[in-house]
């Protein structure tokens, strides 16, 4: 806990300069409106550093493409246990869970798409600070859904607005604060030792305000050698100055714990998905993930001028690592960063028109150790290795929002982004090789785009955006002998609509993206059971698919809601595999839920069904497609109490929720297969006094 402690030093000072910063703004405005006043009455509402849920919606409605936001509240009336499980809701999202589990392989576009787990191409916020690692990879443990009074999904392109400029997009959970929470207790349970319990309260006094949430999840997972155990932290405490500057302190920590049972073969998971891969168990390698997260960040926003507003964030994060695989990796990572945003709302040439301006610099240093696993004892056996890693960002963008007509809006912008990924390795055993590099990129995304209005609540959007995206520490080493890995850079091209009119509520896009050197990640043999990640560029390949979330209410009691990928990606001309699939996600994956509302209860019949999903590049072997149902229900037992229950995977399938990636199958069967949950049943009561 002393190095946690360390950490959060770092608060006094980002607070101090953040208020320095934000009040010389706000002086050269106050200068600026005394000699307006006479002349001039503005009425103005004082920027928050919070959207509200209604402000994202209309950040949404101002996006020239995919966007989404999830209200906290729809969380609520089913299992919340898994960052999956809130966003599965989102159109264009994959997100499977590994095992029932927070790891799961997330992924906008195909982003990322051979990462069974972290995650890689989006930026995942908190509140609009990163919780990804400097080098842009990133973790999921550290987010309570429940803490959040909403989740905003920008796919693609769409987040340059928050410096967003991965192939993915952006994912940020937007914390409650004082004024949007009130006293919830909740707690939940189910099938294979399941449970959570969460207790939250938000408070105003005067021009303070606080919001404070403490979560524990745990599970013995419905496989052997998968429990788990999570406990969270997530507070902030805001202030309203003079001058109209807001300023909140967000704190949060978090202690994980998981078991990892490991992949196993396509028969192994037809037999009985519950097994453990035999080398992940306690009596082999009692494989396992255990982490410690320490995030401290300030944001301040204040009012410059009549129609500018300017936005600080500060932030530290300290994280520990202790993760026993076919070795025992330990890291200590340390990030800091900055971001600085203005907004600005003036008419330009008489036209409605939005500008937005930002820049993000961020640092991370990564101290890592690696040793022999002593056949799962705690004790750990000799150094195999150790490394110091320093990652640094530059990033700054900006996007201009013009409105040429009511109706038509012109969207122009660009992001440019310096980069450094550098290693010293300080553990090298004779007759191998130094694996000390440094690597710099430089990169330059533009972007334009339009929005129409067919009618109120109706639009149609489009865009073509570039992507840049430099490779993460666990790729950069995979090519030392050939050099470092190069950026992947993609142009995304895309078309869709949102809107709502009488039953029907849609946001659908098509898109299409040519990625010149995508990251693409392989697993090769490390010994025994065990494989290892490698990283490669491919040269050229393309990412087409469509994404579509649609809900009808044809009776004012009935809804039903269809959410749906098609993902259709391939290489282009590669000199291995031609124009073979991509593997690790399935070409069509679509969840629907079939819900009546009677009273103040409400029933509802769940679908998931996905068709086949290849494991390796040659597209030799493939998971099974299937189809899984479920039933949810719930509603409100008295007006402070509410309740739920779920039945998940009814037909208690055998089936793949996520596999691994390999170059070539050949055929046969691999051990590769994480299984998707078995059948469960899990209930819940949530108290607001």
Not at 499 to 523: C, H, K, M, T
Request: hydrophobic residues 40%.
């Amino acid at each position: 806990m002393n190095a946690f402690l360390s950490a959060g030093r770092l608060a006094p000072a980002p607070f101090a300069f953040s208020l320095f910063v934000l009040a010389s703004f706000t002086a050269h405005a106050d200068h600026t409106e005394a000699h307006q006043l006479e002349a001039v009455s503005v009425t103005a509402v004082n920027p928050s550093t919070q959207n509200s849920t209604a402000d994202a919606r209309a950040e949404v409605a101002r996006t020239a493409g995919g966007a989404t936001v999830i209200d906290g509240a729809d969380l609520r009336d089913q299992r919340a246990g898994t960052l999956s499980d809130a966003l599965s809701q989102a159109a264009g999202v994959f997100a499977q869970s590994r095992f029932g589990s927070q790891e799961m392989r997330l992924s906008i576009r195909g982003s990322g798409l051979q990462r069974t787990f972290h995650t890689r191409g989006i930026t995942v916020l908190q509140d609009g600070v990163p919780l990804n690692l400097a080098d842009g990879s990133g973790d999921f443990q550290s987010i309570d859904t429940l803490a959040a009074s909403h989740i905003e999904v920008f796919r693609g392109a769409n987040a340059l607005q928050y410096g967003g400029g991965t192939l993915g997009g952006s994912v940020n959970f937007v914390t409650d604060t004082g004024y949007t929470a009130g006293t919830e207790l909740r707690a939940e349970g189910g099938s294979f030792g399941y449970g959570r319990a969460y207790a939250s309260s938000g408070l105003v006094k005067g021009n303070l305000d606080g919001f404070a949430s403490l979560g524990y999840f745990g599970q013995d997972g419905f496989r052997e050698h998968a429990r788990q155990r999570e406990f969270r932290f997530t507070s902030n405490l805001g202030v309203r100055l003079a001058n109209g500057i807001e300023n909140r302190t967000f704190l949060s920590l978090t202690r994980s714990e998981s078991d990892l049972p490991g992949s196993l073969t396509k028969a192994q998971l037809e037999d009985d998905p519950t097994q453990a891969n035999a080398s992940s168990r306690d009596a082999a390698l009692d494989q396992g993930r255990d982490t410690k997260v320490l995030r401290i960040a300030n944001k301040s926003v204040t009012r410059v001028g009549d129609n500018t507003t300017a936005e600080l964030a500060l932030y530290a994060a300290r994280k520990s690592l202790d993760h026993p695989i076919f070795q025992v990796l330990a890291q200590d990572n340390f990030d800091y960063g900055l971001s600085l945003r203005f907004v600005n709302t003036d008419t330009l040439l008489g036209y409605k028109n939005r500008w937005v301006l930002g820049v993000n610099p961020q640092y991370g240093l990564t101290k890592g150790d690696s040793y022999a696993n002593t056949a799962g004892t705690e004790a750990r056996g000799a150094r195999t290795d150790r490394y110091r890693q320093n990652a640094t960002n530059f990033i700054a963008y900006g996007e201009n929002q013009f409105g040429l007509t009511e109706k038509l809006t012109l969207v122009g912008g660009a992001q440019a982004v310096k980069a450094s990924r550098d290693n010293l390795d300080q553990f090298v055993p004779a007759g191998q090789t130094d694996g000390t590099y440094n690597a710099g990129y430089v990169g330059f995304s533009p972007k334009v785009g339009a929005i129409y209005a067919l009618q109120k609540d109706v639009q149609v959007f489009g865009n073509v955006a570039g992507s840049f995206e430099p490779p993460s520490f666990g790729e950069t080493p995979q090519a030392i002998a050939g050099g470092p890995l190069k950026a992947q850079r993609a142009v995304t091209a895309e078309l869709g609509s949102r809107g709502i009119s009488g039953p029907f509520n849609w946001d659908v896009s098509i898109y299409r993206a040519e990625i010149n050197n995508e990251l693409l990640a392989v697993q090769v043999p490390v010994g025994g059971n065990q494989t290892s990640g490698v990283t490669v560029n491919a040269e050229s390949t393309i990412h087409q698919g469509i994404e579509a979330a649609v809900s009808v209410r044809p009776l004012a009691w009935a809804t039903v809601r269809v959410n749906g990928l098609y993902n259709h990606f391939k290489l282009d001309d590669d000199a291995n595999f031609g124009n073979n699939t991509i593997p690790g996600v399935p070409e069509v994956l679509v969840r629907t839920e079939w819900r009546a509302d009677i009273g103040q209860q409400f029933v509802a019949l769940t679908t998931e069904t996905a068709d086949k999903s290849f494991i390796d590049f040659a597209n030799s072997f493939s998971a099974d497609g299937y189809t899984l149902f479920g039933l949810k229900a719930g509603g409100a037992l008295l007006p402070t109490l509410s309740w739920f229950a779920e039945a998940r995977n009814l037909g208690d399938q055998h089936y793949a929720a996520s596999t691994g990636v390999i170059r070539n199958a050949n055929r046969n069967d691999q051990a590769q297969f994480l299984p998707g949950e078995t059948r469960s049943v899990y209930a819940g009561l949530t108290w607001t006094p």
